[in-house]
């Protein structure tokens, strides 16, 4: 089942939407589920970090398309964007939220169909593992590739991913739990968690990341954390 949200201002455009994603959906065998919103802000207020694919509509009264992509890519980058628009001039600001493509209203189901064939056949979606938390200021999907460190922060961790740093409300030992079951995470410090595909080098108690931070590793845990990563790395060859 994919779950589909449509985001636009006008019930028209959105009924005759689904009628052609039902079409769609019978001639290839697709199951979906959709989720209606009449507004960027309402979307943002509901997100679900569950949804496979958003139509997205660029002019909206409140909040239109593109503020309210940009505040989804925070959120989650993997989800599939197509915006709707009548107005041409919009569609380059579009790709700056890495939208799949944009279709012009009123929407052809021909091109609806191309666009969605198009999206399908490079489906990663669920394929690829995640983890998603909520903080203070929203809710987060990330995949487990883009997260290069975690430490402590307080009484809670600091997630560093992509171009962000957000708090997580669990203590390092449940994040422990969470990152370092999985072959390319390890915990070189008592304070931190690496991404070992991120690691760009080891020298004495410090690590230096593809990214060019450099991150403590502490004499109690360096032998073993030395070990884990020559395992990864040899893994790679």
């Not at 959709?34 to 507004?39: G, L, M, P, S, V």
């Not at 390092?172 to 999985?182: A, F, G, P, T």
């Amino acid at each position: 089942m994919f779950k589909i949200a449509i985001c636009d201002d006008e019930d028209v455009l959105i009924n005759e939407l689904k009628e052609n994603l039902r079409k769609y959906a019978v001639e290839t065998g697709k199951e979906f589920c959709f989720f209606i919103y009449h507004d960027g802000s309402e979307l943002l207020k509901r997100y679900n970090s569950e949804y496979d694919l958003i139509f997205m509509d660029i002019k909206m009264e409140r909040l239109d398309g593109l503020r309210t992509a940009e505040a989804v890519r925070r959120m989650d980058s993997t989800v599939g964007l197509i915006f709707l628009t009548s107005l041409k001039q919009y569609v380059w600001q579009g790709y700056e939220y890495r939208a799949v493509n944009y279709l012009l209203k009123p929407v052809k189901y021909g091109v609806l169909k191309m666009e969605l064939d198009r999206y399908f056949s490079l489906y990663r979606g669920k394929d690829e593992p995640y983890f998603t938390f909520s903080n203070d200021s929203g809710r987060y999907k990330v995949l487990y590739r883009n997260l290069r460190y975690a430490e402590t922060n307080k009484r809670n961790v600091m997630l560093h991913f992509e171009d962000q740093e957000q708090v997580i409300y669990k203590s390092m030992k449940e994040i422990s739990v969470l990152l370092c079951s999985r072959p390319e995470f390890a915990q070189c410090h008592q304070s931190f968690i690496v991404n070992l595909s991120c690691v760009k080098g080891a020298e004495g108690l410090e690590l230096t990341l593809v990214t060019g931070e450099r991150i403590p590793i502490s004499q109690p845990k360096r032998k073993a954390f030395m070990m884990r990563l020559t395992d990864y790395w040899g893994n790679l060859l």
